[in-house]
């Protein structure tokens, strides 16, 4: 026990030095006005944002490391690796990185917290229960966060598909092969999703290099992890396997994706109301009733108050 808070302590004082060293001017007020007037203002900016890019490299080092020894003690993160990669953090630091910001978290908040809560004069044990609960923040905030960006981009990913799919069945009707159609709606598709285009360059990349079609769609459902692509890539395997019109199942499959896109507003529109009782009852009603009530009451104890 004694081990770890030492530990903790030290990580947190040395992320508290990067911090502060962030955010303490390289130069004086007076030097950067006497250096404007020189006309070197340029220099002065490209030299202010090259001292914030080393000093972010340092902290990104240090927590690459912590990441690293984290890493090494357990050889199974492959649902932590996914989450990662369907956020669309796919370096090969991404993973230590995430480590080291959730355990540099969970030690700096924790610290902090233990810190306040001995501040706070309380005592007994009130800074332990702080220190609890700002390492349980330091833990569970980057999840949400990462959890949170996964939603947002399967979101939009959803939202984008049944427009590729409709170019994707105006291209092989054309007379284009599924690989080619695949290249070109990956081009055209970039006016309405960046991400959409992302993921369909990188099957199309992966089919140049030599993974089966098949495999690479699959691929493909495991990098977004949507409910819609695993269906439209189950249903191109299986027309592939039993030999019929892929233009026509594509087709058909289009129409469906769009009634379920229609089918998905329709709930939005009819979740709208129930989602509006709660700021019409707890932040309109009452203004409401202060604006018409607020002159009768008044004279009411006026009156109340003369007799």
Same mark, same amino acid.
């Given at each position: 026990?004694?081990?770890? +808070?030492?530990?903790?302590?030290?990580?947190?004082?040395?992320?508290?030095?990067?911090?502060?060293?962030?955010?303490i001017?390289? *130069?004086?007020?007076?030097?950067?006005?006497?250096?404007?007037?020189?006309?070197?203002?340029?220099?002065?900016?490209?030299?202010?944002?090259?001292?914030?890019? @080393?000093q @972010?490299?340092?902290?990104?080092?240090?927590?690459?490391?912590?990441?690293?020894?984290?890493?090494?003690r357990?050889?199974?993160?492959?649902?932590? *690796?996914l989450?990662? +990669?369907?956020?669309? &953090?796919?370096?090969?630091?991404?993973?230590?990185l995430?480590?080291g910001i959730? %355990? #540099?978290?969970?030690?700096?908040?924790?610290? &902090? #917290?233990?810190?306040?809560?001995?501040?706070?004069?309380?005592?007994?044990?009130?800074?332990?229960?702080?220190?609890?609960?700002g390492?349980?923040?330091?833990?569970?905030?980057?999840?949400? +966060?990462?959890?949170?960006?996964?939603?947002r981009?399967?979101?939009?990913?959803?939202?984008?598909?049944?427009?590729? =799919?409709?170019?994707?069945?105006i291209? =092989?009707?054309?007379?284009?092969?599924?690989?080619?159609?695949?290249? *070109?709606?990956?081009?055209?598709?970039?006016?309405?999703?960046?991400?959409?285009?992302?993921?369909?360059?990188?099957?199309?990349?992966?089919i140049?290099?030599?993974?089966?079609?098949?495999?690479?769609?699959?691929d493909?459902?495991?990098?977004t #992890?949507?409910?819609?692509?695993?269906?439209?890539?189950?249903?191109?395997?299986?027309?592939e396997? %039993? #030999? !019929?019109?892929?233009? *026509?199942?594509?087709?058909?499959?289009s129409e !469906?994706?769009? !009634?379920?896109?229609?089918?998905?507003?329709?709930?939005?529109?009819?979740?709208? !109301?129930?989602?509006?009782?709660?700021?019409?009852? %707890?932040?309109?009603?009452?203004?409401?009733?202060?604006?018409?009530?607020?002159?009768?009451?008044?004279? =009411?104890?006026?009156? %109340?108050?003369?007799?």
């Open positions: 026990m004694t081990l770890l +808070i030492a530990v903790c302590t030290a990580v947190s004082a040395g992320l508290l030095v990067v911090l502060v060293l962030e955010m001017p390289a *130069r004086s007020r007076a030097v950067k006005v006497k250096m404007t007037e020189m006309g070197l203002h340029d220099l002065f900016e490209a030299d202010e944002v090259a001292r914030r890019a @080393r @972010r490299s340092k902290l990104k080092d240090l927590l690459h490391h912590i990441g690293e020894q984290v890493e090494g357990r050889a199974d993160w492959g649902k932590t *690796r989450q990662l +990669i369907r956020a669309g &953090y796919r370096s090969p630091t991404a993973m230590p995430y480590l959730r %355990f #540099g978290g969970m030690a700096l908040l924790g610290v &902090y #917290g233990f810190l306040l809560g001995a501040a706070a004069g309380v005592g007994g044990l009130f800074p332990i229960i702080c220190a609890a609960f390492a349980g923040a330091g833990w569970l905030l980057p999840p949400l +966060i990462l959890n949170g960006r996964v939603r981009r399967q979101k939009e990913l959803q939202k984008a598909l049944p427009d590729a =799919v409709d170019l994707l069945v291209c =092989v009707e054309a007379g284009l092969g599924l690989n080619q159609a695949m290249v *070109r709606v990956a081009e055209e598709v970039r006016h309405v999703s960046r991400l959409m285009t992302e993921e369909l360059a990188l099957s199309n990349a992966a140049r290099a030599g993974t089966p079609r098949d495999q690479a769609l699959m493909l459902f495991e990098r #992890g949507l409910s819609d692509i695993r269906s439209l890539v189950t249903m191109v395997i299986q027309t396997r %039993f #030999g !019929t019109s892929i233009a *026509r199942s594509l087709r058909i499959h !469906t994706m769009r !009634t379920k896109r229609r089918q998905r507003a329709e709930e939005a529109a009819a979740k709208t !109301t129930i989602k509006m009782v709660f700021p019409l009852a %707890f932040c309109i009603f009452p203004a409401l009733f202060v604006v018409v009530l607020g002159p009768a009451v008044i004279s =009411v104890l006026q009156t %109340f108050s003369q007799m």
